[in-house]
């Protein structure tokens, strides 16, 4: 099994930037690939961005493509995602997942371990 913990979040203006981490720790670590998803209220889970832990493959929903990036460090086994250039409409909790490696990137029921999320708000 893996935890995840995200941090990173907050309040920021349009067109700024943030830093969310994911910390992942327990037995399996290093075992799974990792999606950043968000949720704004009243709206559906979305997929972000995702990660593959073996070979750095990447996905990212359309929305985000030139203004997010996600990467990873295997020493510390965290999962950063640089938000730059941010909008009003990237207001959501942003949470961390984690699916057994080799999946799939984009298909979000393969995604079984969650954090307990980190609020992002964008002011306009």
């Known amino acids: 099994q893996v935890q995840l913990v995200e941090s990173g979040g907050g309040l920021v203006q349009a067109g700024g930037s943030l830093r969310l981490s994911c910390a992942q720790s327990g037995r399996t670590v290093g075992y799974h690939d990792i999606g950043w998803f968000r949720q704004a209220p009243g709206k559906e889970r979305e997929l972000v961005a995702a990660?593959?832990?073996?070979?750095?493959?990447?996905y990212y929903v359309d929305s985000v493509k030139g203004r997010f990036t996600i990467s990873r460090d295997n020493t510390s086994n965290t999962v950063f995602l640089q938000m730059n250039s941010l909008k009003p409409d990237d207001t959501a909790v942003y949470y961390c997942s984690a699916q057994v490696r080799g999946l799939r990137l984009d298909v979000v029921r393969s995604y079984t371990y969650w954090g307990q999320g980190t609020q992002v708000i964008v002011s306009s």
């Open positions: 990660i593959r832990w073996t070979d750095r493959a990447t």
